[in-house]
């Protein structure tokens, strides 16, 4: 049951988390130069208005969900506020080094990681010009304010909407015995969501990244109930039929289309007959037509080397052809969350 006072305390965190990065985000903006301006012709885009009006309405959907009692509300994550602060710190010292590799002007020597290291060269190199890309713990520990920055405040509010779906599928279940896999875990906030929702379940996170790895084990704790693992998501290390919901949170955005597919299908191969897969990444041209504008600028503005092929096409489409039949979906803010299962 929740209370008056527990929908104000949902509502004073939630507005000022918003503010707090919408903050960082005008900070920013006064000492970094101005975005490239396109050279190519791009769709319609939303007003500031338009954008506010709909990240509210989602929040007001969480919280309709949250009073309906399919999940708890969600606690702060990481919420020491010396840490914070050090993050903001690091986040604003790092932006001068995204900037100049925005406007050209830093060209990194080698590509991130090392050629040791057997990572797959679609996978090293500077996404959103972050610094090091995936690969360092200084990338990992100011990921999450990037991304925050990027949303002004939204981003886990968007990964919190495969609570509902999975919420949905999971009652009736016994979650103690249900195995959870999280597909490019990164630092590990969905996973941590879904652990203070549902403690019994058996959690998986994998990513590619040792760093975001360790972050995510530095945010969630040591609990025997959260594995994590380094591995690929086009090659995961798991028996067939042996997983009953996957999870994955912005991960289809950053991979090459060939590799997207494996991951689809290696998806498919792993989930148990009557399991679950939820899929929460950015929407696609067509899902909210007027904000088609913002798909042609995100990837311009941010090295998302991938991203315009990912907005072209269908998820549902490349679903169907690793084998997933479409089940539920939801448009959240910019992001959709979409259900699939085994036909
Ligand atoms: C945009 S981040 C999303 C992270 C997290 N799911 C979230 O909601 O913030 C993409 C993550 O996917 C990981 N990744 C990228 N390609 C991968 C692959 N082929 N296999 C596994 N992880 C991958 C990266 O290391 C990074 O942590």
């Not at 006072?5 to 965190?13: I, S, V």
């Not at 299908?265 to 041209?285: C, F, N, T, Y």
Request: hydrophobic share 40%; net charge negative; glycine share 8%.
């Amino acid at each position: 049951m929740v209370s008056a006072l527990d929908r104000l305390n949902y509502a004073a965190r939630q507005a000022a988390r918003v503010a707090w990065y919408a903050g960082h985000y005008v900070a920013g903006r006064r000492i970094l130069k101005p975005m490239p301006k396109p050279d190519f012709p791009i769709g319609p885009t939303p007003s500031r208005a338009e954008l506010t009006a709909d990240m509210r309405a989602l929040f007001e959907q969480e919280w309709r969900d949250i009073e309906a009692g399919l999940f708890p509300m969600p606690r702060p994550l990481g919420a020491d506020p010396s840490e914070f602060l050090r993050r903001s710190l690091l986040y604003f010292r790092d932006l001068p080094n995204v900037d100049a590799r925005r406007h050209g002007e830093l060209e990194d020597a080698l590509p991130p990681g090392t050629q040791a290291d057997g990572l797959p060269d679609y996978y090293r190199q500077n996404f959103h010009h972050q610094s090091d890309g995936w690969l360092s713990a200084h990338s990992a520990a100011i990921y999450d304010t990037q991304v925050e920055v990027l949303f002004t405040g939204a981003a886990d509010v968007m990964r919190r909407r495969a609570l509902k779906p999975a919420a949905e599928w999971i009652k009736g279940r016994n979650q103690r015995e249900l195995r959870a896999l999280d597909v490019g875990c990164g630092t590990g906030r969905l996973l941590a969501f879904l652990h203070d929702a549902w403690p019994g379940l058996r959690l998986t996170g994998l990513d590619l990244s040792p760093p975001y790895l360790a972050e995510a084990r530095r945010l969630i704790g040591p609990t025997a109930r959260v594995k994590l693992i380094e591995g690929a998501a086009e090659k995961l290390p798991f028996d067939d039929a042996s997983v009953d919901l996957v999870v994955s949170s912005f991960l289809m955005h950053e991979l090459p289309p060939e590799i997207r597919l494996a991951a689809l299908k290696e998806m498919a191969r792993v989930l148990s007959p009557d399991g679950l897969v939820v899929i929460v990444d950015s929407i696609q041209k067509g899902d909210q037509p007027g904000w088609d504008g913002l798909l042609d600028l995100f990837p311009h503005y941010f090295h998302e080397p991938y991203y315009a092929d990912y907005v072209a096409g269908r998820l549902e489409d490349w679903c169907a052809h690793a084998g997933l039949s479409p089940g539920a979906r939801e448009r959240a803010f910019l992001s959709k969350v979409a259900t699939f299962a085994r036909p």
